[in-house]
């Protein structure tokens, strides 16, 4: 494979000039035209979430084969060719351009590529002052062999998620991330098998009508893990359609921007036959840092921690009594339960909520398990 060979020339001359800036959003529907200038169209900070699958710039240098002689479906497509890495860049540098402007202060972009392009993707990335906050490896459980055996077996492709800036108050739903991962933590290594199979959209001719397309179990945990149901999400390379199928499936609403009319009717024709999950089917572990804050002042003048009502810790070395402000005492310190906490063990800070429990009949109860008491009859 010849990498830096020139093979088709630039596509910036074909792009359209820029329309006017759209007033209103053109939710769940597909765009048809050059992904740069139908972005330029869109209001400013209107998306939560965008997932881009640029062109790859795989720059084949002539048909593959397999041993056996068959010829190998590789990207040859006119979409993936330009003339110079520079040319490339250039591209690349215009797209995230209009996609840091669509998108919201407290939104994510996601970028998947091969490692043909998505090292200069990452760079430009950070020129475009987006703030990565992961790197996440697809490992392939079926990737395509290394048939001339001149290489490693590409197994993996790279995604990179960026915030806006180091400040933003993005979307990261890491409780339903545990949950799906059998309660323990989400890594960024993720093992998932290709598009393949019955999932594999094909075209009138029966044979594939994509040749990148993505797994929607991709998506899926992209889209679950930073967006929530009604939030929007942009694809500026929707090809078949699979960020518009799964975020109908969560309920989130959806942007395609694609300019090859076969994709087009390929992924309409999939996005429409997609079902969405019912409303409670919908739902996910809430995050803690989602759910309302509860000063214990509340527990204490709702009555379901009376003034006078004795706290200890776990393992009953201390007791607090509780005053009538919500504020607890215990020998020569007073005041709220986490300050009080932190200051009998020494402690910089403590979480009174998980550190004070209340004696019930010679149980223990933790403080927290009233507050979520208290927010579930809310």
Request: net charge neutral.
């Amino acid at each position: 494979m010849n990498l830096i060979a020139p093979i088709a020339e630039s596509r910036a001359h074909l792009r359209p000039r820029t329309k006017p800036v759209s007033k209103s959003l053109p939710l769940d529907s597909i765009l048809q035209g050059d992904c740069i200038a139908e972005m330029a169209r869109l209001p400013d900070k209107s998306v939560d979430m965008i997932f881009a699958d640029p062109p790859y710039n795989l720059q084949l240098g002539g048909d593959l084969f397999r041993p056996e002689g068959s010829r190998v479906d590789a990207v040859d497509d006119d979409w993936d060719k330009f003339d110079s890495l520079t040319a490339y860049d250039n591209f690349t540098r215009d797209w995230l351009m209009q996609a840091r402007r669509i998108l919201k202060d407290d939104g994510t972009i996601w970028v998947i590529g091969s490692y043909h392009n998505i090292f200069r993707v990452g760079a430009l990335l950070q020129d475009s002052d987006f703030w990565i906050l992961n790197d996440i490896v697809w490992r392939k459980t079926n990737p395509m062999p290394n048939f001339r055996g001149t290489r490693f077996t590409n197994a993996h492709e790279t995604l990179i998620w960026c915030a806006k800036d180091e400040k933003a108050r993005y979307t990261f739903n890491y409780r339903a991330m545990k949950a799906l991962n059998d309660d323990l933590q989400m890594r960024s290594d993720w093992l998932m098998p290709i598009c393949a199979g019955s999932e594999r959209v094909k075209g009138e001719d029966g044979a594939k009508a994509h040749p990148t397309q993505k797994p929607e179990a991709l998506l899926y945990r992209i889209l679950l893990a930073c967006t929530k149901p009604g939030d929007i999400v942009l694809d500026p390379f929707f090809g078949t359609g699979t960020t518009g199928a799964v975020a109908r499936r969560l309920g989130r609403r959806w942007i395609g921007v694609e300019r090859e009319p076969a994709y087009i009717k390929v992924a309409r024709e999939r996005i429409a036959s997609t079902l969405p999950l019912d409303e409670s089917a919908m739902k996910t572990v809430p995050d803690k840092r989602d759910a309302p804050r509860v000063a214990f002042g509340v527990l204490v003048e709702s009555g379901m921690v009376p003034p006078g009502t004795v706290l200890t810790d776990a393992k009953r070395r201390w007791t607090a009594s509780v005053r009538a402000d919500g504020s607890v005492a215990c020998d020569l310190h007073a005041g709220s339960i986490h300050k009080v906490g932190a200051a009998l063990q020494g402690a910089p800070s403590c979480n009174g909520w998980t550190f004070w429990h209340i004696d019930k009949a010679g149980d223990l109860m933790l403080l927290d398990a009233l507050r979520q008491q208290h927010l579930a009859a809310l």
